[in-house]
Nanobody, 122 residues
Framework: QVQLVESGGGLVQAGGSLRLSCAAS????????MGWFRQAPGKEREFVAA????????YNAHSVKGRFTISRDNAKNTVYLQMNSLKPEDTAVYYC???????????????WGQGTQVTVSS
């Protein structure tokens, strides 16, 4: 059974930082590209960042470029999202997802975590 478990969310002031983690089990982690998505209340789920299986390629949404960094540790079956210079508009539930192919399209991802709440106060 595949499980993706996010952690690291919380409440932070604008300008602060958080590091999200997503621990994967039940799959051969190194064979999967990983993505981070977020969903704010009343909005659709949107792409945040993605990373290829070997970390050779990374992709970021325009709204987070220069502020968020995705990385992975295949030895630990974990993907990370370092979030700096947080803004109130970054407030959302953040989800990690796994797919065989690196993509920015949410519908393509095979497996999803349960999400972790990030709240940025102004």
């Amino acid at each position: 059974q595949v499980q993706l478990v996010e952690s690291g969310g919380g409440l932070v002031q604008a300008g602060g930082s958080l590091r999200l983690s997503c621990a994967a089990s039940g799959l051969t982690f190194r064979r999967y590209a990983m993505g981070w998505f977020r969903q704010a209340p009343g909005k659709e789920r949107e792409f945040v960042a993605a990373i290829s299986q070997s970390s050779g390629s990374t992709y970021n949404a325009h709204s987070v470029k220069g502020r968020f960094t995705i990385s992975r540790d295949n030895a630990k079956n974990t993907v990370y999202l370092q979030m700096n210079s947080l803004k109130p508009e970054d407030t959302a539930v953040y989800y990690c997802a796994a797919d065989r192919v690196v993509t920015t399209a949410a519908r393509a991802y095979d497996y999803w975590g349960q999400g972790t709440q990030v709240t940025v106060s102004s």
